[in-house]
Nanobody
Framework: QVQLVESGGGSVQSGGSLRLSCTAS????????MAWFRQAGLEREGVAAI??????AYADSVAARFTISRDNAKNTLYLQMDSLKPEDTAMYYC??????????????????WGQGTRVTVSS
């Protein structure tokens, strides 16, 4: 089982930036596909994903504003969020799944989840 710990959430005004981090342990990080999801209501939404080869996928709503990256030497996943909007307000979760299966931003296939970090964007 992969242990995931998120950090970096907080409150920011509209147009501001935040960077989320997720540190993984318990498994070889380079063998994981990593992703960020968020939940503001009942449904969990895929935000961005990055596979072991560096290939990325984004939700249309964030593609021009968010950047996902990973540092394999530090076993850490990042989400740089710029030009934040009130509708980005949510609990953000880090997730891990097997690499090279093309998981993308669908939640199916991700087997490990962090506890979440809250992002609040005020207008």
């Amino acid at each position: 089982q992969v242990q995931l710990v998120e950090s970096g959430g907080g409150s920011v005004q509209s147009g501001g930036s935040l960077r989320l981090s997720c540190t993984a342990s318990g498994y070889a990080f380079t063998r994981l596909c990593m992703a960020w999801f968020r939940q503001a209501g009942l449904e969990r939404e895929g935000v961005a994903a990055i596979d072991s080869d560096g290939s990325t996928a984004y939700a249309d709503s964030v593609a021009a504003r968010f950047t996902i990256s990973r540092d394999n030497a530090k076993n850490t996943l990042y989400l740089q969020m710029d030009s934040l909007k009130p509708e980005d307000t949510a609990m953000y979760y880090c997730a891990a799944g097997p690499a090279y299966y093309g998981l993308g931003i669908r939640s199916l296939g991700y087997h490990s989840w962090g506890q979440g970090t809250r992002v609040t964007v005020s207008s």
